[in-house]
């Protein structure tokens, strides 16, 4: 991927999709990534990132917006925990419209507790064991796509699509 830097790039979107290593020129400023490596012949250095969200991350909150663009510019404007404490769904897909107006009745502040969580991935089928002592929103950091099921302990759930692009339960 090629990123170019300025003062419109969102670094704390980039962790969401689990980017862990960035090649930059030097001299480029990457918040949430630490130099790891300088590539001297080529003036670039590795960059690691610091808190990347892995495959999958759990969202205490939902935060909920009536269109794509919004939630792009939300997603645009805000740093990685920030990102990552609310889930952003848009209000008009069917199936995210319950959650958001759960959401908005409550307009509560969740505090983010760890949680452990293993994916497993098949040639068809992604299984997430997640282990937390509070729910949330279930992201997995891989593109969103109509015909997906998912199963709550055993019981079916809507898949949503979270930050736009993102499977969300």
């Not at 689990?18 to 080529?42: H, K, M, N, S, W």
């Amino acid at each position: 991927i090629e990123i170019k830097v300025g003062p419109e790039t969102n670094f704390g979107a980039h962790q969401l999709l689990g980017i862990r290593y960035v090649l930059a020129y030097d001299g480029t400023d990457l918040p949430g990534y630490a130099p790891l490596q300088r590539i001297e012949r080529a003036s670039k250095t590795i960059f690691e990132g610091q808190v990347p969200a892995g495959p999958a991350f759990l969202s205490p909150e939902n935060f909920c917006v009536s269109n794509d663009e919004e939630a792009l510019n939300a997603i645009h404007a805000a740093d990685y925990s920030t990102l990552v404490k609310g889930a952003i769904l848009v209000s008009s897909d069917p199936e995210a419209l319950p959650f958001c107006r759960k959401n908005l009745v409550a307009g509560h502040t969740s505090e983010m507790l760890p949680a452990r969580i293993r994916v497993q991935r098949g040639n068809d089928a992604v299984s997430i064991e997640v282990q937390s002592e509070t729910g949330g929103m279930l992201t997995l950091a891989d593109t969103y796509y109509p015909g997906w099921k998912g199963y709550v302990d055993g019981g079916e759930v809507p898949i949503l699509r979270t930050y736009t692009t993102f499977r969300g339960v």
